[in-house]
């Protein structure tokens, strides 16, 4: 199942899920048995995700089509989103990049950092470059929706705290970001500007199929004004979500609708492509993500 936030024709965020060319309000669908919210459904999910598979299986038609509504990020407030660096190529082109040497701790811990959660963008919205930035950058992520509250969790068991899975962008200001990380601290306002996230989270249990060990073989790419420049793939992981959610769930609680991001894929940003490939973000460009069965996130530079 493909569920989605959405602008009503009215203009309430509702939600629902995508059949055919459009989206099934569930509210209406379900004649008020499952909530407006997405993050609501989410967090009562073994009680609503049987009650919406099985209205779905009778389905014919969507409630509106995608002409007559406006999709937005699928969670426009969680109650936090992490980002990590989970992708061992990546860190090894950015690193050669800055000139710097990768941290032998990097091999110790999935690290983490946590991005602003009040600013997140939907597929196709727009994204305001922060004022003083001049080194705009995409990353093409991942990401993995918690379903279940826990604490200390194992990454063996970490599976059962997954409700689904979705595109995400963390924008980067490089310029901003390189020169608060000189201090210790950060990165912060070279991130806290814009995430993207969508266009629908797609539940677990629909990524099966592509399952290969405790990763997922899927086709990772990202456009720049339809040119393709990042091509990479979900099992190149180098840690997975169950590493991810064990240490993030260390000694403190984790919340049905928080967002792990992985972290960028191999060659998935400007950063290590170089500006030989292409130059910095500007006004104007539009950057388009797309991951196998995810769907495509694009977004437009203001």
């Known amino acids: 199942m493909k569920l989605v936030t959405y602008r009503h024709p009215n203009g309430d965020l509702r939600s629902g899920w995508i059949i055919g060319n459009g989206v099934a309000d569930m509210q209406e669908v379900s004649k008020d048995q499952l909530p407006s919210s997405l993050l609501e459904f989410i967090k009562h999910n073994e009680e609503y995700l049987p009650l919406a598979n099985e209205i779905n299986r009778h389905l014919i038609e969507p409630s509106y089509t995608f002409d007559e509504v406006e999709l937005i990020t699928p969670i426009p407030v969680p109650p936090s989103v992490r980002d990590f660096m989970a992708f061992e190529e990546h860190v090894v082109n950015a690193t ?26 939907g597929p196709e ?10 080194m705009l950058d995409y990353e093409l992520e991942i990401a993995c929706i918690i379903g279940k509250d826990g604490r200390d969790i194992k990454a063996e068991e970490a599976d059962d705290y997954i409700f689904g899975y979705t595109i995400l962008n963390d924008w980067s200001a490089r310029d901003l970001q390189m020169k608060e990380m000189q201090i210790g601290l950060g990165p912060a306002k070279g991130k806290d500007f814009a995430t993207s ?17 405790d990763k997922f073989n899927l086709r990772m790419t990202a456009k720049v004004n339809g040119k393709l420049l990042s ?42 492509l170089g500006n030989e490939v292409h130059r910095w973000l500007e006004p104007g460009d539009e950057v388009e993500l797309e991951i196998e069965q995810l769907g495509t996130l694009k977004n437009k530079i203001i």
């Open 96 to 121: 050669k990049r800055s000139k710097i040497k990768i941290s032998e701790a990097w091999y110790e811990i999935p690290a983490f950092y946590f991005t602003n959660h009040l600013v997140l963008k």
């Open 125 to 134: 919205e727009d994204v305001e470059r922060p004022p003083t930035c001049r």
């Open 197 to 213: 996230i969508g266009p629908y989270i797609i539940t677990k249990d629909e990524l099966e199929p592509y399952r290969h060990g």
């Open 231 to 272: 091509e990479g793939n979900a099992q190149t992981m180098y840690y997975t979500f169950g590493q991810m959610i064990e240490r993030a769930s260390a000694g403190v609680p984790l919340h049905c609708g928080e967002v792990f991001g992985s972290g960028t894929v191999g060659s998935g940003c400007i950063l290590e």
